[in-house]
T-cell receptor
């Protein structure tokens, strides 16, 4: 059974701080990793994808992947109240028609 | 505008009824997916289709049916056999060409189904 694990939170960070969200996965052959942001009552929005070990930066967001440790994380710098949402980690393996396995999400609260 | 549309936004079903949820995309994507989301849970895959006239069961296909007669459309029918259909239903699509980015899935706005 392929699993993706996330701490459900809530993770509370003050405005302007760095938010760190973590995700572990069980399938060693996983190749593609994604972070989605989901506001309450809305559909998930893709914010980051990462395919190789290391860091990938896009604006205030940095995704980090460590395949040896089966660990992927998302850092949000200069957190804003508008970043308050649930962040879903998703993992895909090759040869699986790119089916995604989702974690249950981490709820982030950015406080003023 | 390119994107994925789902209708209706809200749907109410009586016991014993079949209902059909619409999903349309104009992104020229080959693959389409249906997920279900329950409160506090991750998304679970119901059905997916990689090409027209072909589709496969996902992890929780029982009580659901789909068709893929056109590239742009992938409707989902929730049948009376689905015992607990109240959930948020999400349709997604994915391109199938190019680099690794072809694995990226993009979601429609969702349909919230409630059984009365």
């Amino acid at each position: 059974q392929k699993e993706v694990e996330q701490n459900s939170g809530p993770l509370s960070v003050p405005e302007g701080a760095i938010a760190s969200l973590n995700c572990t996965y069980s399938d060693r052959v996983s190749q593609s990793f994604f972070w989605y942001r989901q506001y309450s009552g809305k559909s998930p929005e893709l914010i980051m994808s990462i395919y190789s070990n290391g860091d990938k930066e896009d604006g205030r967001f940095t995704a980090q992947l460590n395949k040896a440790s089966q660990y992927v994380s998302l850092l949000i710098r200069d957190s804003q109240p508008s970043d308050s949402a649930t962040y879903l980690c998703a993992v895909s393996s090759t040869g699986t028609a790119s089916k995604l396995t989702f974690g249950t999400g981490t709820r982030l609260q950015v406080t003023l | 505008d390119g994107g994925i549309t789902q209708s209706p936004k809200y749907l109410f079903r009586k016991e014993g009824q079949n209902v059909t949820l619409s999903c349309e995309q104009n992104l020229n994507h080959d693959a389409m997916y249906w997920y279900r989301q329950d409160p506090g849970q991750g998304l679970r895959l119901i059905y997916y289709s990689q090409i027209v006239n072909d589709f496969q069961k996902g992890d929780i296909a029982e009580g659901y049916s789909v068709s893929r007669e056109k590239k742009e459309s992938f409707p989902l029918t929730v049948t009376s056999a689905q015992k607990n259909p109240t959930a948020f239903y999400l349709c997604a699509s994915r391109g199938t060409s190019g680099t690794f980015s072809y694995n990226e899935q993009f979601f429609g706005p969702g349909t919230r189904l409630t059984v009365l």
